[in-house]
């Protein structure tokens, strides 16, 4: 097993955002997925993989060097898809680090908040909340991969697998909102 692997959930079609997100810069001209990528490092990912799909042409050339790029072929089906390509390709690593491609802002510390909730990596299972409200990033420890990718349908992910396996919820508030970006 190698540590903590990153998977940045990237895939959609971005149809209440006018387009996919993985394509989305930040007013300073970063792209969201640079920006994604450097937190999950920061936060102490020791490899870190984007799972792409709705123009994934045109999303890779964004993906940061000695980042693992992915292509969910069936991203339509929702963001089961996209999450189960992510953790097919993180196959090896103890836990994953699951976050976003719409939440430029999360800070490193929430990364490292949820990492340190999870003492043996390998059976981990947290997410982040804010103010009681549950979001990203979320630890899934290998123990758990396979069961979870076996669970998941359709456009929903993996809240009702971490709920139903006794998640750890791991209070972020403090850190940034938890906010998602789903309008321009």
């Known amino acids: 097993m190698t540590g903590f692997c990153g ?14 997100k993985a394509l989305a810069h930040g007013a300073d001209g970063v792209p969201w997925l640079v920006r994604v ?10 490899r870190v993989v984007v799972v ?17 790029a992915v292509v969910a072929a069936d991203w339509a089906e929702g ?4 999450l189960r390509a992510g953790l097919a390709a993180a196959d090896g690593a103890d836990a994953v680090v699951v976050a976003t491609v ?12 949820l990492r340190a909730a999870s003492p043996r990596p390998s059976d981990a299972l947290a997410q ?20 979870l990718a076996a669970s998941l349908t359709g456009d929903r992910g993996a809240r009702p697998f971490l709920v139903a396996h006794g998640v ?17």
């Open 168 to 184: 750890h919820e791991v209070e972020c508030g403090d850190l940034w909102s938890g906010e998602d970006v789903d309008r321009r």
């Open 128 to 147: 982040a909340v804010y103010a009681g409200r549950p979001g990203h990033p979320v630890v899934i420890g290998a123990s758990h991969r396979e069961a």
């Open 102 to 113: 719409d939440i430029p802002d999360l800070p490193a510390a929430a990364v490292e908040r």
């Open 79 to 82: 963001m089961a898809a996209s």
């Open 52 to 68: 792409l799909g709705a123009r994934a042409e045109e999303a890779l050339p964004l993906v940061p060097d000695g980042t693992e």
């Open 7 to 20: 998977i940045v959930l990237a895939a959609g079609a971005g149809s209440r955002f006018g387009g996919p």
């Open 37 to 46: 990528v450097s937190v999950l490092r920061a936060g102490g990912c020791d």
